[in-house]
């Protein structure tokens, strides 16, 4: 089986304002102090873990957590563009309160996100399109490594629409984001190609 522990970087300061990041990676991106912490706190929670690969989207504030997380596991990690967040297009770097303000039919009434075909029709990617580019990348790594136990350092979109992937499931809402910090697993079977989704957004709590 090849298990692939999915992070979702720590809290950034757009997180705090509500800024819509997608690929943005500016200073507003870095992780705050508490953002900083979270990542510590995480690397104590999976010392005991056992790793054969620590692989990150190379964005800045994925960087950040990954940096955290080798202080306690003694592993060299690789960046793949592949793991970088959705792109948001048009709203890139925009408030996410005065979006949803102008444009309520975008938005889920219930969890605040835009709903699955919006992203595309600003310009931005849509489920599908970030299924395609994840969904390339692990099959890359059941094939060379069939075996492994690879943790992955992500964002919240992304590791969203893998876990949707996961379980053959349509684009929605009804899923929230894994939150900051949180550990999402997802497994497969190199043989059949079975993937299975094992939890979802847990965290190691950070008083």
């Given amino acids: 089986m090849t298990t692939f522990d999915w992070v979702r970087h720590g809290q950034t300061q757009a997180n705090v304002d509500q800024i819509m990041q997608g690929q943005l990676d500016t200073t507003a991106t870095h992780l705050t102090v508490r953002g900083l912490q979270q990542a510590e706190h995480l690397a104590q929670w999976l010392h005991g873990e056992h790793y054969n690969q620590l692989i990150s989207s190379p964005l800045h504030r994925t960087r950040q957590t990954t940096a955290a997380l080798t202080t306690m596991m003694a592993l060299t990690p690789t960046f793949d563009d592949r793991l970088m967040e959705a792109n948001y297009g048009d709203w ?10 102008q444009r309520p039919q975008d938005f889920d009434a219930v969890t605040g996100e835009a ?9 931005g990617e849509s489920y599908l399109a970030i299924q395609h580019r994840v969904g390339q990348w692990l099959a890359e790594q059941v094939v060379d490594h069939p075996n492994d136990h690879i943790l992955v350092v992500s964002h919240g979109l992304t590791i969203k629409a893998t876990a949707l992937l996961m379980l053959a499931a349509p684009a929605t809402t009804a899923l929230p984001e894994p ?5 999402t697993r ?3 079977d190199p043989v059949t190609g079975h993937r299975y989704l094992k939890f979802y957004s847990v965290s190691p709590q950070l008083t």
């Fill in 186 to 188: 997802m497994v497969i």
């Fill in 179 to 183: 939150t900051n910090t949180s550990v």
């Fill in 92 to 101: 890139t770097g925009k408030s996410l309160p005065a979006v949803s303000e």
């Fill in 115 to 123: 709903l699955p075909d919006v992203l595309a029709s600003v310009g």
